[in-house]
């Protein structure tokens, strides 16, 4: 969910330097939901050509909600809104300030994953020859 992101991440990375411990319910909790959210977002972390074929779906998506946001009134995320597109913009912004931090504390519990960090960095640096091609 992320409306608790920044939250549960700030929870995650102290309890991270304390230690978890599995026993108590809620570190467990805390640690499972923290890697569900990784999964949620982790697109990203795919190889770029896995990557870029779903972003196409990703973006219908957002544009469908944005249309629903607009027939209703209702303000539109500018991410979300068809009528200015920019969808490596959004890309790069979720990638350094969601996915990226996100990989880097879990990985640090699980080592496995720099692997996959290591595709958010590749993903990173086409979105960003994709920004200055244009929408």
Known sequence: DMAVHFDNLGK???QQSQGFDLARAAERNLKLSTLVHLADVATPSKTWGAYKR?????FQEFFDQGDIEL???LPVAP???RRVPAPAKSQ???C????????DAVSATV?????KLENVETSLHFLKL???LGP
């Open 12 to 14: 995650f990375s102290a």
């Open 54 to 58: 779903w972003l196409p779906r990703l």
């Open 71 to 73: 027939a209703k009134g």
């Open 79 to 81: 991410f979300m809104d």
């Open 92 to 94: 790069i912004g979720f």
């Open 96 to 103: 350094q300030f969601i996915v990226q931090p996100l990989f």
């Open 111 to 115: 080592p496995q994953l720099e692997a």
């Open 130 to 132: 994709w920004a200055e």
